[in-house]
């Protein structure tokens, strides 16, 4: 079975700082990879996804993430943080090993996200 | 905003009660999923239905019952519910439940059980 790593439980960041959030994942085939947010009191929302292709994506609100294979991981990324990015962030994956692992993400632990003004 | 629309935003049920959670989606999404989020943890699959069928169920106990009646809504009945199944409900969708597919999430039905 796959499992989720993020490294950190809460980062606390000034705005116009970088953020750097670590993912990793344990499963050693196919995977589908993605991060979501969520915001205080609100449903998680898609931030970006990786299928296959370049392991640079982009995502919504200047957000990135980089899927490098050989070291397992799918980090997330922003050069300079608002306030209003305070939020927890999931990454999460669906591995693709056969037909009942269809549709079923895993999620990391969750990291909260504190920017100050 | 969310295109899976989740109802009610919050219920509070006796332990003996029986109620029900309910999802609708219209992007012609023929997988839905159900998840539970407790409290400062990551949401948990609990069940998937592909084309109106059954596909997942991650060992749940019978108290929670799965129904899909038609490819748009998903349905989740309650009963005998024990107070640590408080937890934030997730009702998911997706273009159908085969690989590469992006998975969207409603804004969840707040269950506590008292």
């Known amino acids: 079975a796959q499992s989720v790593s993020q490294h950190n439980h809460h980062v606390i960041l000034s705005e116009a700082a970088s953020l750097e959030l670590g993912c990793n994942y344990s499963?050693?085939?196919?995977?589908?990879l993605f991060w979501y947010v969520q915001y205080p009191g609100q449903h998680l929302q898609l931030l970006l996804k990786?299928?296959?292709?370049?392991?640079l994506v982009k995502g919504i609100k200047g957000f990135e993430a980089e899927f490098i294979k050989s070291k397992f991981s799918f980090n997330l990324r922003k050069p300079s943080v608002q306030w209003s990015d305070t939020a927890e962030y999931f990454c999460?994956?669906?591995?693709?090993?056969?037909?009942?692992?269809?549709?079923?993400?895993?999620f990391g632990q969750g990291t909260i996200l504190t920017v100050h003004p | 905003d969310t295109e899976v629309t989740q109802t009610p935003k919050h219920l509070v049920m006796g332990m003996t009660n029986k109620k029900s959670l309910k999802c609708e989606q219209h992007?012609?999404?023929?997988?839905m999923y159900w998840y539970k989020q407790k409290a400062k943890k990551p949401p948990e699959l609990m069940f998937v239905y592909s084309y109106e069928k059954l596909s997942i169920n991650e060992s749940v106990p019978s108290r929670f019952s799965p129904e899909c009646p038609n490819s748009s809504l998903l349905n989740l009945h309650l009963h005998a519910l024990q107070p640590e199944d408080s937890a934030l409900y997730l009702c998911a969708s997706s273009q159908t439940g085969q690989a590469v597919n992006t998975i969207y999430f409603g804004e969840g039905s707040w269950l506590t059980v008292v």
């Open positions: 999460a994956v669906n591995a693709l090993g056969g037909g009942t692992s269809y549709g079923k993400l895993t």
């Open positions: 990786y299928f296959s292709g370049d392991p």
């Open positions: 992007m012609g999404h023929r997988a």
């Open positions: 499963y050693g085939g196919t995977v589908n």
